[in-house]
């Protein structure tokens, strides 16, 4: 919302990440607002599809084994069951 990620657990957490990493931050609660429209999409074997923007797709087989996917623009959240990162895959042009 507003650009921002957010996971909800026990309680809600505010996902920061850039290329140096990513950190949780505590926020009292999530956010209203109106939701995201995902410009990517993730599809079976792990390939990445651009719906909505410039098109084009890219093959990311480490994901095919995704446990849960979020979008907002042109960016997904991405998690698999092989590890317990969030994985994020955004277009950059």
Known sequence: MGGRWYAVADRTWEVVADRFG???????????????VAELALRPGGLVVDERGPGGSLALPELASATSVAGHGGTLAVTTALSHAVVFVARTT
């Open 22 to 36: 990513a950190a949780l931050r505590p926020v009292p609660d999530l956010p209203s607002g109106p939701p995201g």
